[in-house]
């Protein structure tokens, strides 16, 4: 069913972003110590009783944005929690999570986000088409899009909000202004119109 809510103002393209881990280097990287749908938790289709646990696979700084194997899968500091609840930011909950470093450091908190907020799929045709460059040296240009958009009439009014069918975690402005007045880090904050992209297909 399509997701279709009035709101005084329609979240567009231009005014959405895209969240992601910066790669930035020395950052923990992570594996989870057990199975784990990361699509269902970070879906809200699970919700864990005991803390999930995660074991430190390389890296040694704990950034307030954690990279991980789950790569769908948010896992943040509480400083990253706290600014989403100081902001009252909506669409989302966390779950405890901890992090075993090693033998000697024992286990360090964090969390894992689930995102309730939803908007309908992500459109090609809503893109702007661009060649892209040869994934090769040498190779041709490749036809793709520019822009992450959705019909803004499918947007349920969330601040954090997953496109139907995908496991892109995006938000509204308002998340970003939190996320940098609390000076996050290890997180890669994109807008969403300026995004280059080959064809979206879906299952």
């Not at 999930?52 to 696979?57: A, C, H, K, L, S």
């Not at 090769?136 to 496109?163: I, K, L, N, Q, Y």
């Not at 939190?178 to 297909?201: C, R, S, Y």
Request: proline share 6%.
């Amino acid at each position: 069913m399509a997701l279709s809510r009035a709101f005084d103002t329609e979240l567009t393209c231009g005014d959405s972003f895209l969240l992601s881990t910066s790669h930035q280097p020395g950052g923990v990287w992570l594996a989870p110590d057990q199975p784990l749908d990361a699509s269902a938790l970070l879906l809200g289709e699970y919700r864990p009783e005991e803390p999930v646990r995660f074991n430190r696979v390389s890296g040694n700084k704990v950034r307030d944005w954690i990279g991980s194997d789950l790569v769908v899968l948010p896992i943040v500091s509480d400083r990253f929690r706290s600014a989403l609840e100081e902001h009252r930011c909506t669409g989302w909950s966390a779950y405890a999570a901890e992090i075993a470093m090693d033998g000697r450091s024992g286990l360090r908190h964090c969390n894992v986000l689930s995102i309730s907020g939803r908007s309908g799929p992500l459109l090609e045709e809503l893109s702007e088409p661009i060649e892209m460059l040869a994934p090769v040296p040498g190779g041709r240009s490749v036809p793709g899009h520019r822009g992450m958009c959705f019909a803004p009439e499918t947007w349920d009014g969330s601040d954090m909000f997953v496109p139907a069918d995908t496991g892109f975690v995006m938000v509204t402005e308002k998340v970003v202004d939190a996320l940098m007045a609390a000076k996050i880090t290890g997180v890669a904050i994109a807008a969403a119109a300026g995004i280059e992209h080959g064809n979206f297909t879906y299952g």
